[in-house]
């Protein structure tokens, strides 16, 4: 079994963040009808879905939806810019949810106090059943007006990576480069999760091994068409697997990823 699965659920995003790669793709929400496709397909292959890959999953129109239809089999996790948390109610029951405070731009429609603020309000009580995870770049240009509210709300120094209350957390990150076929070689050498730990599901279908491939360049099937078995024993999946574990990056888009350290230089 997979550790976990993204399905990437929407596409569709309201910000146009710096540090995300962006979505190229047809803007696309997934029906209902398609997600309770993949649901069944999945069944016996993971116990966690993260609904996301590209796009803001709280812009789904049928969310609640969504979750009401996942959480029969699969434990839910979602990653989200926060600008639509209102819209996550305590009685879904998401395991977690994760919080990109470094996604705030002061060219939305909200004071930085006011996005804060509506946060802070729904992860008080959604904590009660889901764990919250703050995410935040070192390097967020908005990083001292955030912590310096979060201090205020939760009576703390922050001074890292911590616990502000039950079930609340918050975490600090380098920002990422997406991987692209556009941007020079990293490494042919090094090993990644993919595969072994995960796989991810675009908006279409299209079944790639992680969820830093937006644009589907390792398209190894189609969940609509294709069974996860068959996927598992093709080449190019036994050949990806079979490289990582013997420290080689045999993709092209893999050897320009750098979300692991490499265990040995260019």
Same mark, same amino acid.
Not at 17 to 39: T, V
Not at 126 to 136: A, G, N, P, Q
Not at 163 to 172: P, R
Not at 217 to 236: A, M, Q, V, W
């Given at each position: 079994?997979?550790?976990?699965? @993204?399905?990437? *659920?929407?596409?569709?995003?309201?910000?146009?963040?710096?540090?995300?790669?962006?979505? !190229?793709?047809?803007?696309? =929400?997934? #029906? $209902?009808?398609?997600?309770?496709?993949?649901?069944?397909?999945?069944?016996?292959?993971?116990?966690?879905? @993260? $609904?996301?890959?590209?796009?803001?999953?709280?812009?789904?129109?049928?969310?609640?939806?969504? %979750?009401?239809?996942?959480?029969?089999?699969?434990?839910?996790?979602?990653?989200?810019?926060?600008?639509?948390?209102?819209? *996550?109610?305590?009685?879904?029951?998401?395991? +977690?949810?994760? %919080? =990109?405070?470094?996604?705030?731009?002061?060219?939305?429609?909200?004071?930085?106090?006011? &996005?804060?603020?509506?946060?802070?309000?729904?992860?008080? !009580?959604?904590?009660? =059943?889901? @764990?919250?995870?703050?995410?935040?770049?070192?390097? =967020?240009?908005?990083?001292?007006? *955030?912590?310096?509210?979060?201090?205020?709300? @939760?009576? +703390?120094?922050?001074?890292?990576?911590?616990?502000? #209350?039950?079930?609340?957390?918050?975490?600090?990150?380098?920002?990422?480069?997406?991987?692209?076929?556009?941007?020079? %070689?990293?490494?042919?050498?090094?090993?990644?999760?993919?595969?072994?730990?995960?796989?991810?599901?675009?908006?279409?279908?299209?079944?790639?091994?992680?969820?830093?491939?937006?644009?589907?360049? %390792?398209?190894?099937?189609?969940?609509?068409?294709?069974?996860?078995?068959?996927?598992?024993? #093709?080449?190019? &999946? !036994?050949?990806?697997?079979?490289?990582?574990?013997?420290?080689?990056?045999?993709?092209?888009?893999?050897?320009?990823?750098?979300?692991?350290?490499?265990?040995?230089?260019?």
């Amino acid at each position: 079994m997979y550790k976990k699965v @993204y399905v990437e *659920i929407t596409n569709v995003c309201n910000l146009s963040c710096p540090f995300c790669i962006g979505n !190229q793709r047809k803007p696309e =929400s997934i #029906s $209902l009808a398609n997600f309770k496709i993949i649901l069944q397909k999945l069944k016996g292959h993971t116990k966690y879905l @993260y $609904l996301h890959v590209l796009g803001e999953p709280l812009l789904h129109p049928d969310i609640e939806k969504i %979750i009401e239809l996942a959480k029969e089999d699969f434990f839910i996790n979602i990653t989200t810019n926060g600008y639509f948390i209102k819209k *996550i109610k305590n009685n879904l029951n998401i395991r +977690q949810i994760n %919080i =990109s405070l470094h996604s705030y731009t002061k060219n939305s429609h909200k004071t930085i106090e006011e &996005y804060l603020e509506d946060i802070y309000i729904s992860i008080e !009580q959604l904590k009660r =059943s889901t @764990y919250i995870s703050l995410r935040l770049w070192v390097d =967020s240009e908005y990083k001292d007006e *955030i912590i310096s509210f979060l201090e205020e709300k @939760y009576h +703390q120094k922050i001074t890292g990576k911590q616990k502000l #209350s039950e079930n609340i957390y918050i975490d600090f990150e380098h920002t990422f480069i997406w991987p692209s076929l556009d941007n020079p %070689i990293l490494s042919r050498k090094g090993t990644c999760y993919a595969l072994k730990d995960h796989i991810a599901i675009l908006v279409d279908g299209r079944i790639t091994p992680c969820c830093l491939d937006s644009l589907g360049t %390792i398209e190894l099937g189609n969940i609509y068409t294709d069974d996860l078995e068959t996927i598992k024993k #093709s080449p190019r &999946y !036994q050949n990806m697997l079979q490289g990582f574990q013997n420290n080689q990056k045999l993709e092209p888009l893999c050897q320009r990823c750098n979300f692991i350290n490499k265990k040995y230089p260019h």
